[in-house]
């Protein structure tokens, strides 16, 4: 599955025109119908779409801003399309930054996604490996001896030692029983002299200093976490701190 839905968020993560049409075609309407005024387009993820994928889904963008408020989170080689056609005067366009996970123009955010717990499992997403070459090394810890990880609820500490894995249950360590929280959701992982932050494919997404995790990123001390914002957990269902011990 290449396309989700949830209340008024649209994630795509199509490559290739063929199949980003296919996706915009079998769900746009279906978000434009969700009984809210504000909607959530996110192609973020989304690889090789040119100008026949953006025909696609512009004019449908320039429809939906008629009567709703609509964001729509974009990467960089899509960017022209929209800054040329002038949607960016009709709705908050995001450029998602993927090398560092800055976003632009962003209105503030909330993903809101419950978490089915009786949906099948979801596919395990191979282990990916931070981007190779000089990004963002002012972040990382060239001195680190050892990260840990702060619950910002109750203070507790969680050493990450070489890896650990967050989720709602086992074998993910430490474990949270909250619903909107995925099976496996995030990892905190060593790379080098430093360590590492990667989504798992979560459902409702983990964010690094307020913006979506698309990519693993480099953890500075300091750095917030939150796990998944919801409509019932519009602050986050978990924040954590990064810290060196």
């Known amino acids: 599955m290449t396309a989700t839905l949830h209340w008024n968020r649209l994630l795509i993560e ?33 690889v090789n779409v040119g100008e026949d994928g953006f025909k696609a889904i512009g004019p449908l963008i320039v429809d939906a801003a008629g009567s709703k408020q609509v964001t729509v989170r974009i990467t960089e080689p899509l960017r022209h399309f929209f800054e040329g056609s002038g949607l960016a005067s009709l709705v ?41 070459g000089d990004v963002n090394n002012t972040k990382v810890q060239t001195k680190a001896q050892g990260g840990c990880m702060v619950d910002e609820e109750d203070g507790k500490r969680y050493l990450v030692g070489e890896e650990i894995v967050i989720g709602r249950e086992p074998p993910s360590d ?23 932050i990667e989504d798992m494919r979560s459902t409702n997404g983990t964010y690094l200093n307020g913006n979506p995790l698309t990519q693993p990123q480099p953890l500075a001390e300091g750095d917030e976490i939150v796990v998944a914002i919801t409509l019932k957990h519009p602050e986050g269902a978990r924040r954590f701190k990064f810290t060196m011990k």
């Open 174 to 196: 430490p474990v949270f029983a909250i619903p909107t929280i995925s099976k496996r959701h995030f990892r905190i992982f060593r790379q080098g002299p430093g360590y590492f």
């Open 92 to 132: 908050t366009v995001a450029v998602v930054e993927h090398m560092d996970g800055t976003i632009k123009q962003v209105k503030a955010e909330a993903s809101l996604e419950p978490v089915d717990d009786d949906e099948e499992e979801r596919e395990e997403k191979e282990e990916t490996h931070p981007p190779s």
């Open 14 to 46: 199509a490559d290739g025109d063929a199949a980003f049409k296919k996706d915009v075609s079998a769900n746009f309407g279906k978000l434009v119908d969700a009984p809210y005024p504000d909607l959530e387009i996110d192609l973020g993820r989304c």
